[in-house]
């Protein structure tokens, strides 16, 4: 009886539609918010700053330039947010940073884990997965805001 209860834990919890992924994606997020709103940038700029460093961090040495020039977009990135935040919603310098690299990093551990799991079930870290579309859309994000 345990083991049968334990396999149907492990079926839904590995198949279950609602665990697929951690976050929405952000074109579903622009969709719903209107994304010129401050704390619609806070953000996506929060959003992509993880993104860039979990795929600098996926480069590593293999693509060290590249990997150098996502990790300074991200920087940049948290840079805008806080000092959105400290113009748009009167946060102190130290609140807007703590806030934004707090956010940031969960968002990062998010997509550490989402793209475990689409390694797991593709082969792939990103690739065919929604990070695959924010990674284009922040793309264009820092076109905008950088």
Known sequence: MKKITFIILIYLFTFNPANSQSMTSLEKYISKNDPAKPASVV??????????????????????????????????LSFVASELMIKEFENTQEEAIKSSIGT???????????????????GEYVLGSYMEQDFNLCKTIVEKIL
């Open 104 to 122: 940031m990093l969960k968002m990062l551990n998010f997509y550490k884990e989402d793209s475990a799991n689409n390694y797991a079930k593709k």
């Open 43 to 76: 953000y996506l700029a929060n959003r992509c700053s993880a993104l860039y460093t979990y795929i600098s961090g996926l480069l590593g040495e293999k693509d060290k330039k590249t990997s150098d020039i996502y990790i300074r977009y991200a920087g940049k």
